[in-house]
């Protein structure tokens, strides 16, 4: 028997009719889902070595996967960059564990934030897709906040496949993300 993580088995049961009723769609294949998720987190291009080490790690705790070292293409000299070097790292999340850090994301991370109120509703890039940043990766519980290290903030993108903004805010409100001015769905655990 395989195994269907929770968020995406209370997708296929309950968000996806409700999503298909409130779009008017009669199809289950025509109907939004989630693609996946990349995590994405930016590394000055002048820091130390070490430095491009933690937010690997860090990365690779947060999302369950090994990260991909990105290089800089170019060299820009007002920039103090020069071609290789690292500047970024970054995972895309598909499957099974793309649905268990979504879960994580919304119950336990996004409220871990401080000061929170809410995601911007209007973070959409016109294709459907959602991008929002987080300041500290200490709101993961994977992340220890002990030691001296610098915070890690990142850029997190949902990739749907709606194909309106509109049918992608719908799909993540209907499966709890948490935008500002609305109430927040909450997610069902058979706990």
């Not at 994405?40 to 937010?55: H, L």
């Not at 194909?163 to 992608?168: L, Q």
């Amino acid at each position: 028997m395989s195994y269907t993580p929770e968020l995406k088995q209370q997708y296929l049961d309950v968000i996806l009719p409700e999503l298909m009723k409130n779009l008017g769609y009669t199809n289950r294949l025509e109907a939004p889902s989630i693609e996946k998720i990349v995590l994405n987190s930016g590394i000055k291009a002048v820091e130390d070595k070490s430095r491009v080490k933690e937010v690997e790690e860090d990365i690779r705790d947060i999302s369950g996967q090994k990260p991909v070292i990105t290089k800089a293409s170019k060299s820009i000299s007002n920039f103090k960059l020069r071609e290789g070097v690292p500047v970024g790292v970054k995972v895309t999340l598909r499957g099974a564990n793309m649905w268990e850090f979504l879960y994580r994301l919304i119950t336990v991370a996004l409220p871990n934030t401080r000061d929170f109120r809410g995601l911007s509703p209007n973070s959409f890039d016109g294709h459907g897709n959602y991008t929002f940043g987080v300041t500290d990766s200490a709101i993961f519980p994977e992340i220890s906040s002990e030691g001296n290290k610098k915070t890690i903030g990142m850029d997190i993108t949902i990739v749907t496949t709606a194909k309106t903004d509109n049918d992608a805010r719908e799909l993540l409100k209907l499966i709890g993300m948490p935008f500002r001015g609305g109430k927040k769905q909450q997610i069902e655990t058979n706990n």
